[in-house]
């Protein structure tokens, strides 16, 4: 089974990898993995992924240094 990526050349999926982390990371049986779609599968190991970050990061975005800006300025 393969996929396209963005430079046009095709991935194999590796079948066992995304079994494991459904079934260990994402919470599924064994069974409902099997019958996911593989794109369902990838947008849930994305928002896994952010979840994640979030956790071991305790932050979501990053603060930007701002330059102080008067309301004369507007």
């Known amino acids: 089974m393969a996929r396209g990526n963005s430079e046009g050349r095709d991935e194999i999926i590796?079948?066992?990898w995304v079994v494991y982390l459904g079934m260990n990371?994402?919470?599924f049986t064994y069974r409902q993995v099997k019958?996911?779609?593989f794109g369902f599968w990838a947008d849930l190991y994305e928002?896994?992924?952010?979840?994640?970050?979030?956790?071991k990061k305790q932050m979501i975005y990053v603060l930007q240094d701002n330059e102080r800006v008067s309301l004369l300025d507007l």
Do not use: A, T, V, W
Not at 47 to 55: A, G, P, T, V
């Open 14 to 16: 590796d079948i066992p």
């Open 25 to 27: 990371k994402l919470g």
């Open 35 to 37: 019958h996911m779609y």
């Open 47 to 55: 928002m896994f992924k952010k979840q994640y970050n979030f956790e």
